[in-house]
């Protein structure tokens, strides 16, 4: 049974970080596409970073460039989002994902 499973997520105010984590299982995942998404009350779910593990090349949207960074745990065959100077608009529900799978999610909520 393939679980990815989400966690980190909280309440933090503008300009603090935080650290996401997807714990997967059940996936040979050596040479997939690892995803991180948000959808935030009343919007549609937006890609906003994914990973390679083929290569390791990285892909950010322009509403996170600079501030996120996603990586890998090979060996616990975890992913990481880490997020800085968060901001309100930031504020969402963020999901892993791989291939067909998805978490289960997690709220981040950031104050202003």
């Known amino acids: 049974e393939v679980q990815l499973v989400e966690s980190g997520g909280g309440w933090v105010q503008t300009g603090e970080s935080l650290k996401l984590s997807c714990a997967i299982s059940?996936?040979?995942?050596?040479?997939?596409?690892i995803g991180w998404f948000r959808q935030a009350p009343g919007k549609d779910r937006e890609g906003i970073s994914c990973?390679?593990?083929?290569?390791?090349?990285?892909h950010y949207s322009q509403l996170v460039a600079g501030r996120f960074t996603i990586s890998t745990d090979n060996d616990e065959n975890t992913i990481h989002l880490q997020m800085n100077n968060l901001q309100p608009d930031d504020t969402a529900v963020y999901y892993c994902?791989?291939?067909?799978?998805w978490g289960q999610g997690t709220q981040v909520t950031v104050s202003s």
């Open positions: 059940g996936f040979n995942f050596d040479d997939a596409y």
């Open positions: 994902q791989l291939d067909r799978y």
């Open positions: 990973l390679s593990r083929a290569d390791a090349k990285t």
